[in-house]
């Protein structure tokens, strides 16, 4: 007999086009999402590395920046922001939310607290942020924020990942998305992969394909709505250490096969992250997927990416105020660009 899962208390039929509404102006009109929710750790390496100094109101400027560049709203559609910046304000007193709001840009927010080492599963991490997290999403919602993003990581090594990490994540990220419909926020769901290591393209699309799998199972038992979320995988890839790199043909071939076998056509769209690569081999790729598959894919085929759109901006800003434009300028073009890649129209 198979088992039948228990389906949690229905969400109201309005909930549910709200969400739907949400999750389909996320991917709409060929645009896609900036990621700028870098936690303090992540966002002081960077600062330090050019020597910007760490400190909460450079973290503003440097968002103020970025959400203040003219015409970004022409290829993003939506900013996923970190719980300090939806607390500060732009110079003019107006916040961030009311900012990318008023500016046609949905604002949301990460609500994971970061991995830490899972136990008994050296080199294996689990994401945690599940206490309160009701609460949270319920403030959140209050304040103007739609859309929410959770990240799980999975590395591939020696022995690993291992199906208690898979599995343990999967569980994780269901219980989140559930939360947030519930809440009224649209979940983004990021299971990545790493490109850290030497491991081939295959061993990354066995792994992607069986992580996808368990995630969706997951998903399908805790009633999540599979039209009011979004996706945010990582693309099929050779690790960064692995001798051989395939072309980025290659790269969109597998990508797109392992997301057909995995991904419901319910989902309304797929939104890579760029985990590292450079900004133009992320665009060339996402590029690549949308000129050879576009006719075959059920969902829309987006970015969510953060270093691919913000690396080159923020060298360039350097936590100095004369450098804003022109740190508007290059970020616009990284947006730009991925508009163009989501038309099958960039090149270099
Ligand atoms: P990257 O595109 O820099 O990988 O960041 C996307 C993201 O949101 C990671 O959680």
Not at 32 to 51: H, I, Q, V, W, Y
């Amino acid at each position: 007999m198979p088992v039948v899962p228990i389906k949690p208390k229905e969400i109201q039929p309005n909930e549910h086009t709200k969400l739907i509404d949400t999750a389909k102006a996320m991917v709409a009109d060929n645009k896609g999402l900036l990621a700028m929710d870098e936690s303090f750790p992540t966002c002081n390496k960077r600062f330090a590395k050019l020597r910007i100094p760490e400190t909460a109101e450079m973290r503003c400027d440097y968002r103020e920046m970025i959400v203040s560049t003219k015409g970004l709203n022409k290829s993003i559609s939506g900013a996923i922001l970190f719980d300090e910046t939806v607390h500060q304000q732009l110079k003019d007193g107006t916040s961030f939310i009311q900012s990318l709001t008023y500016n046609g840009i949905i604002p949301g927010i990460k609500v994971d607290a970061g991995t830490v080492d899972m136990a008994g599963h050296p080199g294996e991490k689990v994401t945690e942020g599940l206490d309160n997290l009701r609460d949270r999403l319920r403030e959140y919602a209050g304040m103007g924020l739609r859309f929410a993003k959770w990240r799980a990581v999975i590395t591939i090594g020696k022995d690993i990942p291992t199906l208690a990490c898979i599995e343990s994540n999967a569980q994780t990220l269901a219980q989140y998305a559930s939360l947030c419909q519930e809440a009224g926020l649209v979940p983004i769901v990021e299971p990545e992969v790493l490109m850290d290591g030497d491991h081939s393209l295959e061993r990354c699309f066995e792994v992607t394909e069986q992580v996808l799998h368990i995630v969706f199972e997951q998903l399908y038992t805790q009633g999540v709505l599979l039209e009011g979320m979004i996706l945010k995988p990582n693309m099929i890839v050779p690790g960064l250490a692995c001798p051989k790199q395939e072309s980025v043909d290659e790269v969109a071939d597998a990508t797109i096969k392992c997301l057909l076998r995995s991904v419901p056509a319910a989902v309304p769209g797929i939104t890579f992250l760029s985990g590292g690569q450079t900004s133009e081999l992320a665009s060339a790729r996402l590029n690549a997927m949308n000129v050879r598959f576009k006719d075959k894919m059920p969902w829309e085929l987006s970015f969510s990416f953060g270093r691919a759109i913000q690396q080159p901006g923020l060298g360039i800003w350097h936590g100095e105020e004369a450098n804003v434009l022109a740190a508007q300028k290059a970020l616009y073009h990284r947006a730009k660009c991925n508009l163009a890649a989501r038309k099958g129209e960039y090149n270099e």
